[in-house]
């Protein structure tokens, strides 16, 4: 019974935050179902991948199978002029009762945080304790988002997942991905320094000159063997106790991958690299701050 009353209570607490976020962005959310719903959320995905709307991220048809198996399809639309503003879809996974599986989600300025505790929400009422997705982890502001404002925890790291991609924020590009596992009763809530480094555990002393929270992209500390991004300053930095490392992302690698594709691919390799390593060790990405650094805490210091 404690279980299901925990669960239970999780539930009203995503919807009461869906409800209260969705106020303050100005829209509803609703769950879609019909064709005409369905058809305007895959344009949507069209307009933000930058396809053209005959070659849809998740067609129309996909996307009304999908809820036809029992997953979801949340769509968010303002208030006024009734204007689509957001959309994801959920399906459940492996064991059913308990993993779900983000296929897609995209949104507006202000829109995401209502969308996924929507999300969230729907899944907490039939059962599901945990939702995966993946995501580009060279876009900084979907690391922070997914990493700090939802409190999912990186797990693992895809190089080339989808291979290789024609869309037109993604072309041009080697598709790696983070995958994020979100714990859907209790989320992580990640602490916020003074200095607006997003810590996912104790700040480091100020002698560890590794705290790269205060670094911008020519300034962080450069130590004996600190690897170089490809701007020629510091692209990752580890504690002196071991426990914790920060890597650097692209202030923004989808304007970067219009403008130098050459330049954005060799800092998807170079981040690539520190990562892979990383997860080999045993680290999880658990934080990221405002100035582009991911932070990983290794599996026992991690936060719950």
């Known amino acids: 019974m404690t279980a299901d009353r925990d669960l239970s209570d999780a539930h009203a607490r995503a919807a009461r935050l869906a409800d209260d976020t969705a106020g303050t962005a100005g829209v509803h959310l609703r769950t879609a179902h019909d064709v005409s719903d369905l058809a305007a959320v895959a344009d949507y995905f069209c307009d933000v991948w930058r396809t053209p709307r005959s070659s849809p991220p998740l067609p129309a048809e996909v996307l009304h199978s999908l809820v036809h198996a029992g997953g979801a399809v949340h769509a968010a639309y303002t208030v006024v002029g009734e204007r689509l503003a957001g959309a994801c879809a959920a399906v459940f996974g492996p ?20 969308l996924k505790q929507a999300q969230r929400a729907w899944l907490l009422e039939r059962g599901a304790r945990t939702l995966r997705w993946t995501f580009d982890p060279l876009v900084g502001r979907n690391g922070r988002f997914n990493l700090v404002k939802l409190g999912a925890t990186g797990t693992e790291y895809l190089v080339d997942f989808y291979g290789p991609m024609a869309d037109g924020v993604n072309d041009g590009d080697e598709s790696d991905r983070l995958t994020v596992v979100w714990d859907l009763e209790s989320p992580r809530q990640p602490c916020e ?26 300034g962080a500390p450069r130590a004996e063997g600190t690897p ?20 650097r992302v ?9 403008a130098d594709p050459a330049l954005a691919l060799r800092w998807r390799h170079a981040v690539r690299e520190v990562f892979v390593q ?7 990405a658990t934080a990221m701050s405002r100035d582009g650094w991911y932070t990983l805490t290794r599996k026992e210091h991690s936060p719950a």
Not at 231 to 244: I, K, N, Q, T
Not at 250 to 258: C, F, G, H, I, S
Not at 278 to 284: N, S, T, V
Request: net charge negative; proline share 10%.
């Open 95 to 114: 064991p059913a009762d308990a993993d779900a599986y983000s296929l897609l989600a995209a949104a507006d300025r202000g829109v995401g945080l209502p």
């Open 193 to 218: 320094s003074a200095d607006h480094t997003v810590v996912a555990a104790p700040v480091p002393r100020a002698a560890d000159s590794s705290t790269p929270g205060t670094a911008r992209a020519g």
């Open 228 to 247: 170089t991004a490809p701007d020629g300053a510091p692209l990752a930095h580890r504690s002196l106790d071991g426990r914790h490392l920060w890597c």
């Open 250 to 258: 692209p202030e923004d690698v989808v304007a970067l991958r219009a």
């Open 278 to 284: 990383a997860f080999a060790e045993g680290f999880r």
